[in-house]
């Protein structure tokens, strides 16, 4: 049983670019969620995805945003990017929607930082 | 609103002895209660969680958690850490939307 895969694992973007990070669940799991980790502090919530729709969004602007493919691995995308977006990107993935009762596994993440 | 607290930024201990990490939740509706662990450069991995019945919770690697519904609270304990027990611990809430909201963690350092 493979968990949950992310890539990459470092990037470096200028100020103004979009991005592009992508994640594969944990064999099973059709459910896909996306947390922005600053330094020093806990992981916030993007959004998350089921069944290749977006199933509930934090407080993130637009130029945030996802897609869940069929083989429910997942993108985010971030537009215009700017410094406050440099953090870890954790994707997590679960079996069913919803907050947690299932249980998510949490990919090792990828470290953004934007100059 | 939702929000977690941990009370506590930074532990330090020495080896052997006994840990709490504190973490105090607010919430309107029903809660499921984790706690994660995070190593340097490293994801989150899963200690233990709460979800219903018994209020004690065992863990991976030693650790238990009690949830105390009057006092809105749900520490993290262990009677002995280790060395390897050093990084960041994370207390996470869910149950009242599809999001899991968590704590800005407690950095956790054993000393020998």
């Known amino acids: 049983e493979t968990g949950v895969t992310q890539s990459p694992t470092h990037l470096i973007k200028t100020r103004g670019q979009q991005v592009t990070l992508r994640c594969s669940s944990q064999?099973?799991?059709?459910?896909v969620s996306w947390y922005q980790q600053a330094l020093g502090q806990g992981p916030q919530f993007i959004f998350q995805y089921y069944r290749e729709e977006e199933n509930g969004r934090g407080n993130f602007p637009p130029r945030f945003s996802g897609l869940q493919f069929p083989n429910y691995s997942s993108e985010l995308n971030v537009n215009a990017l700017e410094l406050d977006d440099s953090a870890l990107y954790l994707c997590?993935?679960?079996?069913?929607f919803g907050s947690g009762g299932y249980g998510y596994t949490f990919g090792s993440g990828t470290r953004l930082t934007v100059v | 609103a939702q929000s977690v607290t941990q009370l506590d930024s930074q532990v330090p201990v020495f080896e052997e002895a006994p840990v709490e990490l504190r973490c105090n939740y607010s919430s309107s509706v029903s809660v499921y209660l984790f706690w994660y662990v995070q190593y340097p450069n490293q994801g989150l991995q899963l200690l233990l969680k709460?979800?219903?019945?018994?209020?004690l919770v065992k863990g991976i690697n030693g650790f238990e958690a009690e949830f105390n519904k009057s006092q809105t609270s749900f520490h993290l304990r262990k009677p002995s850490v280790h060395i390897s027990d050093t990084a960041e611990y994370f207390c996470?809430?869910?149950?009242?939307?599809?999001?899991?909201?968590f704590g800005k963690g407690t950095k956790l350092t054993v000393n020998p």
């Open positions: 996470a809430m869910g149950g009242g939307s599809e999001k899991l909201v």
């Open positions: 709460y979800l219903s019945g018994s209020t």
């Open positions: 064999s099973g799991h059709n459910t």
């Open positions: 997590a993935s679960s079996l069913g």
